[in-house]
């Protein structure tokens, strides 16, 4: 059987409904692999907040000395955006609302450790 | 924090590296030239469809030797080049990690290959996804990003591979996935020799 690959992980985390479109991040803001509809965004310029975002969140935290965080959520009126790590890189959930975002959590929480193996 | 790739890649774009009479370009302790992208992949298509069997692996191993050996010699020559270590280095926190995450950025901004690291354990193992890289141009039906390939062993050599110039050869790159083959983007493993 041949092994997974990281594109059919992010295809079943697409198939959760709501789930518009997936962005994995590096870092650094490299954007390393995309799934679903991104219309017309810049993806460098996505990534590159993505990863002041990751910035932001750690510096927080270490201010307040919290441990590595899990999971950032964004809700805005037509979008809720969900960051979790995944590997040594930023798994981006784009969804135009929070109504599945049970869902979307459980199918995350059993999909990282599969995906963390390419990231 | 860690290496920001958009601010190195929008800093260094703008740099304008300059020929001698001869037409060479001296940077990085190496000297650099400036040929049309159709000119490297003809002449590598030319090549390989020029040779056959065991000469077409060998041929093959040579290309990704050029590569390596440039890769390491002019890698060397960046990481400690005035560019480098007044746009990058204060932002690395992450060690060597984070040099390669520099490396890469510069090797997007000056239009070698969009590319960036994908996954990386250090000092044995390191993955490269590359959505645009000059190779991705062609259709040759083979994987042919060989410069990707000795280049991404080269930054692992200069980064884990013991003191330059010693370092050089201790991993090696095989190419995955291509774009010039229908992928989505070009995947590019680095592991120990």
């Excluded at chain 1, 969804?95 to 959590?105: E, H, N, V, W």
């Excluded at chain 2, 989505?184 to 680095?190: A, D, N, R």
Aim: aromatic share 8%.
């Amino acid at each position: 059987m041949a092994a997974e690959s990281s594109t059919e992980v992010l295809q079943e985390i697409l198939n959760v409904p709501g789930i518009k479109a997936i962005v994995v991040v590096g870092r650094d803001g490299f954007v390393i692999e995309t799934a679903g509809s991104l219309g017309t965004m810049d993806l460098d310029t996505l990534g590159a907040s993505v990863a002041m975002l990751l910035n932001g969140a750690e510096s927080m935290g270490a201010e307040m000395q919290l441990s590595a965080f899990n999971t950032l959520t964004l809700e805005a009126a037509n979008a809720m955006i969900m960051c979790t790590p995944v590997g040594d890189a930023l798994l981006v959930i784009l969804a135009p609302d929070s109504k599945t975002l049970g869902m979307i959590r459980l199918q995350i929480k059993k999909t990282i450790p599969r995906l963390a193996s390419f990231f | 924090m860690t290496v920001q790739r958009d601010v190195v890649v929008k800093q260094l774009a703008d740099v304008r590296p300059l020929g001698n009479e001869e037409g060479l370009i001296p940077q990085f302790g190496v000297l650099i030239n400036n040929l049309p992208a159709n000119f490297w992949n003809l002449a590598t298509m030319r090549l390989l469809d020029a040779a056959q069997g065991e000469r077409r692996k060998e041929l093959e191993a040579a290309l990704v030797d050029c590569a390596h050996q440039c890769g390491y010699n002019t890698g060397y020559g960046i990481v400690n080049s005035e560019e480098f270590q007044s746009v990058v280095m204060p932002m690395v926190t992450e060690g060597a990690k984070d040099v390669l995450r520099g490396a890469y950025a510069v090797f997007t901004a000056w239009g070698w290959a969009k590319s960036g690291i994908a996954q990386i354990k250090e000092g044995e193992k390191m993955v490269i996804r590359a959505v645009d890289y000059y190779e991705a141009d062609e259709k040759p039906g083979y994987h042919m990003a060989y410069m990707i390939r000795g280049v991404s062993a080269a930054f692992f050599d200069i980064a884990y591979g013991g003191d330059y110039p010693n370092g050089l050869n201790t991993f090696d790159c095989e190419q995955t996935q291509g774009i010039e083959m229908g992928d989505k983007f070009g995947e590019f493993v680095v592991t120990k020799k």
